[in-house]
Each structure stands twice: as C-alpha cells, then as structure tokens.
C-alpha cells in the first residue's frame, strides 16, 4: 500500500516581540511612529448657511420665560360674596292685587292689614276666589286663621320665609316663640336653636384649629409617664 504524505505548513514569521527598534529611556512610541498625517477635510454640499439676525434689544421689562403664574384662589367670603343672590318675590295671589312683598312675614301682615279688615269677610286667595260658594267668616281673625292654614303655610313649603330683617343682628321680636320641635312632651325645651348661631369665617377657623392643636400638644406634654404609673414591687 502507498502511503501519501502530507506537507506540513509552511511556518509564518512571528511578530516580533518587546520594546521597538531604536527606543531609549523616557521616549514615547508615539515619537517613534512619525508624524499621523492629517485627514483631508470634506467639502459640504448644500445650500450654504443663512446668516444670523441680530437679536433685537430689549426694552423695559424682560419678559419671564416659560407659563405665567397661576392667580391666587380667593378666599371662602370672596367666593360667597360674588355669587348672584336670588330674591324670591312673595306675590300676594289675593283676586285684583298686584303686591309683591321680600318674604312670608310682610305677605302676612298684608293680607291681614288689607284684605281681611274689609267686609263681607270672603276669601279670595287663589282657589277660594273661583269657587261659586265661598265661605262667609263671621269675624277677621277666623278668616286670617283660614288663610294662615289653607293658603299661607303650603305657600311657605315652596318658597320658604324669605330673608328676615329685624333690624339689629341677633335680635328678636319679644313675642317670637320657640317652635315646638325643639321641646319635649311637657314644653320644655331640649333641643338647642341655631338660628343666631353666627356663621365661622375661615380666618377665624384657622385660628381655632390652631389653638385646638397647641392644646392637644401641651395635654401630650403634661400626661403622666409610663414609669410612674407602673407599679413598684418590693422585694
């Protein structure tokens, strides 16, 4: 049998090992390189650049950049005291008058002062005057004791008492009563009214806040400790 033998490849030159030829203490292989020979610089294409415009020169005040500040929210007082009020006209709906009075009370005295002293004593608020039998009173004071039933009080379910005004604030008219669902089964009253209760500010509230928390810190201060109520046993 024939054996083929195969030549073996040929031996490539090592790159040469150590420190370069011709190096010397405290010379950089960069010297020993040469000088890299500089790139030549591209051309651009295109149109060519437009020129800068001059910025123009500020007069007065800068102008602040970036969103301007937002306004302040304005207070609780502010806000109430902008909304529109709504004034409800208490029309009388006696037949023939046009009066128009600012709430129940005033409605009230009218009626009584204008229509229930004229004879015959005849209602003619509302329904009452388009029926064809209308009921005779025999004195005033039972037909204003009708109208205040029949007539007044479910008119007051639709539109309230309106805004009272008794002069001074905080005070009352002697003969007003305390109404009887603030009392009890013998009169007495157990519920308290918060009709001149007065209406907290929010400056006010603030403050009482405030004060309440400054409180509440000093009653933390002044608790007894842990250490002098446990108790001491002896040995």
């Known amino acids: 049998s024939t054996t083929t033998s195969v030549p073996a490849p040929a031996s490539q030159p090592s790159a040469g090992r ?6 010397k203490p405290g010379m950089s292989y960069a010297s020993l390189r040469g000088p890299v020979p ?3 610089a591209k051309e651009r294409t295109g149109r060519p650049g437009r020129p800068s415009k001059p910025k123009p020169i500020p007069v007065g005040i800068p102008k602040r950049r970036g969103r301007p500040p937002k306004a302040p929210s304005p207070l609780p007082w502010q806000v109430y005291r902008s909304l529109p009020t709504p004034f409800t006209a208490f029309l009388c709906e006696w037949s023939g008058c046009k009066a128009e009075l600012h709430n129940l009370d005033t409605l ?3 009626v009584s002062v204008v229509h229930c002293r004229k004879a015959p004593l005849v209602c003619h608020w509302g329904k009452c005057a388009q029926s064809t039998s209308p009921n005779q ?6 037909l204003r004791a009708h109208v205040e039933k029949k007539h007044l009080i479910p008119f007051s379910w639709h539109t309230g008492d309106g805004p009272q005004n008794y002069g001074a604030p905080n005070q009352r ?7 009887d669902y603030l009392k009890d089964a013998q009169g007495n009253q157990v519920t308290p009214s918060i009709r001149d209760q007065e209406v907290e ?3 006010t509230w603030k403050h009482n806040r405030e004060k309440l ?3 509440l810190i000093r009653l933390n201060e002044n608790l ?8 001491v046993y002896e040995d």
């Open 213 to 215: 928390k400054d409180l």
């Open 173 to 179: 008219p002697k003969d007003e009563e305390i109404p």
């Open 224 to 231: 007894p400790s842990e250490e002098s109520d446990s108790p």
């Open 38 to 40: 500089e790139k030549p």
């Open 18 to 23: 150590g420190r370069p030829k011709g190096w």
């Open 108 to 110: 009230r005295r009218h």
């Open 201 to 203: 500010d929010f400056a």
């Open 137 to 142: 009173f025999p004195d005033a004071t039972s």
